[in-house]
């Protein structure tokens, strides 16, 4: 298994991170962990409340906790806290905390720049993607991450994640 820094893809709905996660890790010999809204939503057929929140960062922690040599990660609690706050009007002050505590490495901020693909367990699409990402860009400044954009098409995103993730492993 390679040495990998802890990387998190994350951005708005619909920019394929989960893709993302998988083809790194699969090309980089590593593990990855998924993110668990997506799963927590699904069950429950999407409907969720402001009291969701407390589980779903719950369930994140411990996807995380379960793997916690997978260096790159579908997503972590920063994407809580900007979703708490979008649809919701805040988050956890716990939530918060932890999410600071456990910054990565590098956080792949992915533009919205390919084509919104709805399913069921999504629903923000349209000018809601671009608003949540500027809400993802606000938050890594917040958070004080070390963050990069990527954009393009499905193998131009690989190959800038893969340079990026390159560019953080040579720093360390």
Request: charged residues 30%.
């Amino acid at each position: 298994m390679a040495q990998v820094a802890r990387v998190v893809l994350t951005g708005p709905e619909s920019t394929g991170k989960t893709q993302l996660a998988q083809r790194l890790a699969r090309d980089l010999g590593v593990a990855w962990v998924p993110e668990y809204a997506r799963e927590y939503a699904e069950a429950r057929g999407n409907a969720l409340t402001a009291a969701d929140v407390d589980w779903i960062a719950r369930g994140q922690i411990a996807n995380e906790d379960r793997a916690p040599d997978a260096p790159i990660r579908d997503t972590d609690l920063i994407s809580t806290v900007v979703y708490a706050r979008h649809y919701y009007g805040a988050c956890p002050a716990w939530i918060e905390a932890e999410a600071r505590a456990r910054r990565a490495a590098l956080y792949l901020l992915l533009d919205t720049d390919v084509e919104w693909q709805p399913d069921a367990a999504r629903d923000a699409g349209g000018d809601e993607r671009e608003d949540l990402f500027d809400a993802f860009r606000a938050a890594l400044d917040e958070f004080d991450t070390r963050w990069e954009i990527v954009s393009g098409d499905w193998d131009e995103r690989y190959r800038a994640a893969l340079r990026h993730i390159g560019q953080i492993d040579g720093d360390q």
